[in-house]
């Protein structure tokens, strides 16, 4: 009988919420590890790298020599020399041999070597630095790097390894606390070592942490006379001076009738000022000082979590600052040298959420208060400048700006949007009332503003300007039940640009990944990662690109998107296609060929599996879930192997042999050296039988 060939594109992401037997071919009743791409297929997620400025494991490479008289191993990581070169590098890797042994001082094969400086010669011995016992003797000279290497992954894994080992975790204890990208470095939050009370701020600069120093400050009152930045303020009868790098208002105004007040952030420091004395600036009286000078010390780190916004309210290019609040200190200010904790006039100012929206700095605190600065005056907290505060009745759980006329307020029980220009026309809106929605997981993506609540991802509609309502809309019914079981661990969020994805972190250390073609979604997938993320951050680096980072609970930070493993770590991925009955509902199939068309970087491993009639045909090759029928596949013992041998598009075939009315196909990897590969549709072949009655 004629075979018959049933092929589909793979695309639409993950539907866990419908029958099987209703969805489409190339859906997915379960994903782990993969991400939809515009215009169809799935592709494998990229990995993360830990990160400090120093060569990435991500560019890690090698190259191989073939030796003789091996009589000692050169092990992984082993640092060696070239007796008469005096060239240097590390062992990567297993070490090769292919005839001879070491007990036998007549070992022969290939040793990779990477971190390499000079030149290894052909014929010279290869000693062990430490203590310059030889190890073999090299026969040739160096071999390139190639994929088709027959010990490629090992020693691309060593090499990885080698420079992956040279990156230094963030100085101190516990998780990350928050991390930011400013003027193309990457800074980060963490608890000191010394008290894990207090947290430190470090910037990833010449191969490692280099710990900041926050600016110490003076309150003031009375503030009679506009300070500029960088004057000198002398105490009138303590002769205490300094130089005024910031000026926040926290009340009045220079004018009266109220004067302002607030803190003065100051640097060089020459003797005490006292509580009560004048402050001056060329003899001139501009204030009273409201305490004496506040060191530069460490901030409360318990209970600290950063939210940071980076914006530029100057107009000059050099401008660009970062905002901050963590929910335990007060909100501060960070240029990359100087670093100003300001008050808002609260009298608990531990703000929660940030944004930068219409030339405001905006920040909420617990207890529904949302204020804002005064317009262009980001330290500025004084009516009399348009600031303002708003109130919500409920505690806030985010706030983001779409960049034109709406901020967005997400809280724990409901939705609401600020129109207008400044305070002069704030219009605040409630849009629902009846959402509970989840802190850190608003994120705005394609140009749409979207946030999860208990249960699903939602967007806030209609995307402005338009003459609408504002409403919101769930666009994650098809994952409904992972959302369920995970909306209250989320701990973060953050807009993919270049890939046009909205990410959502768990304290679990899974994810999901909603990925858009402008803003129309292609599909959701899951994504497990081996190391806890707890904050993240996207920025451009120097030349302008685009770079995604996280903080993990092990204190390193890792960059997003780059390499081939989770930091060192094997990313293990699954598709599930659903079970089909690709047309013949009601007649049993001999099923003779399964054909996956991928694109590939190199030659790889890749294992499937096949069932029939939703696994009730106990048939040879079948797999097996775990009761809850989302978690990963339980047993691979099974699975055949399908093995690629081009780097470009490739179809390759494997021969099956099952009877059902429907089939269901599982593809699996787990690797810590392979790249992102794409699967992007299958074809099948099979007979049809008689009619199931």
Known sequence: MTWVPKQFRLAGGVNEED????????????????????????????????????????SATYKWYSFISGVLLPSDQVYVNGATSGAHGYVCGLTEVTSGSWAGSNAVGKVALTAITGVFQSGELLRRNSDNATLCTLSSALNAQSTDDDSYESWIHGARKHYRDLITVVPGTGSILGVFVLGGYVYAWRATQADATKQALYKATGGGWSLQTLTGYIKYTGGVAEVAEGVTITGASSGATAIVRRVNIASGSWTGPTYASGRFAITNITGNFTNGENLQVAAVTVAVANGTQVAATAMTATGARHQIVISNFYGASDLTRAYGVDGVNPGWEFDGTYFCAFNTGMTTDTPKFVAVHRNHLFVTYDGGSIQNSGTGLPLTWSPRTGASEIGIGDDPTGIISNGNNTLAITAKNSVHVLTGINNSDWNLRMIADDVGTVAYSIAGVGGQLMFLDRAGVNVLLPAPPTFQDYSTQSISRSIRPTIESSATLAVDSINARLKSQYRVFFSDKTGIIGSFDGTKLTGWTQVLYAHQITCSASGDDTVGAERMFAGISTGYVVELDVGSSFDGEVIESILQLPFGYHGIPDRDKRYHKLTLEMTTPRAFDLYYAVDFDYGASQQPGRFLFESDSTSALSSFALFGTLFWTSSVLSATEVNIDGIGRSIGIAIYNSSAVVDPFVCSAVLLQFTPLGVKR
């Open 19 to 58: 029958p099987q037997f209703v969805l489409q071919p190339g859906q997915l009743a379960f994903s782990r590890n993969y991400e939809c791409l515009r215009g169809g297929g799935y592709k494998r997620v990229a990995g993360y790298e830990r990160y400090d400025t120093k060569t990435s494991p991500a």
